[in-house]
Nanobody
Framework: QVQLVESGGELVQAGGSLRLSCAASGRTFRTYTMGWFRQAPGKEREFVAGINWRGDRTFYADSVKGRFTISRDNAKNTVYLQMNSLKPEDTAVYYC?????????????????WGQGTQVTVSS
């Protein structure tokens, strides 16, 4: 079993930056594809970014491409999401998750373990 704890969310002005972290327990962290999702009030949880187990392949939702960067440090069992040029529409609870797939899935059903989430609020 894997436990995930997100941190780094806060209130920021539009145009600002934040870095989210997701710390994972378990020695098998390095075998998982990792993903970041977000859920805004009244909306479905949506895929944001994913990274394969080695960290040499990434994939992004079109809405964040060029602004967000996902990375991981397997020695620290941690995955990061660097968010730049934030917009009010990025406001959501952000979740990290694990997948056993070797590719980077974008569907929620392909992810297994989830953290509790961290709130990101972008003011205009």
């Amino acid at each position: 079993q894997v436990q995930l704890v997100e941190s780094g969310g806060e209130l920021v002005q539009a145009g600002g930056s934040l870095r989210l972290s997701c710390a994972a327990s378990g020695r098998t962290f390095r075998t998982y594809t990792m993903g970041w999702f977000r859920q805004a009030p009244g909306k479905e949880r949506e895929f944001v970014a994913g990274i394969n187990w080695r960290g040499d392949r990434t994939f992004y939702a079109d809405s964040v491409k060029g602004r967000f960067t996902i990375s991981r440090d397997n020695a620290k069992n941690t995955v990061y999401l660097q968010m730049n040029s934030l917009k009010p529409e990025d406001t959501a609870v952000y979740y990290c998750s694990t997948s056993l797939r070797s590719t980077i899935p974008t569907m929620r059903r392909d992810y297994d373990y989830w953290g509790q989430g961290t709130q990101v609020t972008v003011s205009s």
